[in-house]
Nanobody, 123 residues
Framework: QVQLVETGGGTVQPGESLKLSCDFS????????MAWFRQTPRKEREFVAC??????YYEESVKGRFTISRDNAKNTVWLQMNSLKPEDTARYYC??????????????????WGEGTQVTVSS
């Protein structure tokens, strides 16, 4: 049973940085494409970034500010978030699906989810 645990959320001021971590267990990590999504109370869960065997992919509003990375030896995926803005405030979720050729940005494409970690950007 794949399990995902996110850590690293918190409250920061605009312009600051945070690094989220997602620890994977219950399967062979390298066999999975990984993604980060985020959700606020008023919006549906939205794609942020994903990483598969071919590369990384980002939602347009986070390009150049966020970086997704992974270490298959540590069974961990990270989301480095720089130049944070108030509109980045959300609960961030880690997600996993079997490795793919075409990157998946849809919530329904992912089979496994963590509980999420809250990120608040406020002055």
């Amino acid at each position: 049973q794949v399990q995902l645990v996110e850590t690293g959320g918190g409250t920061v001021q605009p312009g600051e940085s945070l690094k989220l971590s997602c620890d994977f267990s219950g399967g062979t990590f390298s066999y999975y494409a990984m993604a980060w999504f985020r959700q606020t109370p008023r919006k549906e869960r939205e794609f942020v970034a994903c990483i598969n065997w071919r590369g990384t992919y980002y939602e347009e509003s986070v390009k150049g500010r966020f970086t997704i990375s992974r270490d298959n030896a540590k069974n961990t995926v990270w989301l480095q978030m720089n130049s944070l803005k108030p509109e980045d405030t959300a609960r961030y979720y880690c997600a996993a699906k079997p490795q793919e050729v075409v990157p998946s940005t849809g919530e329904m494409d992912y089979d496994h989810w963590g509980e999420g970690t809250q990120v608040t950007v406020s002055s």
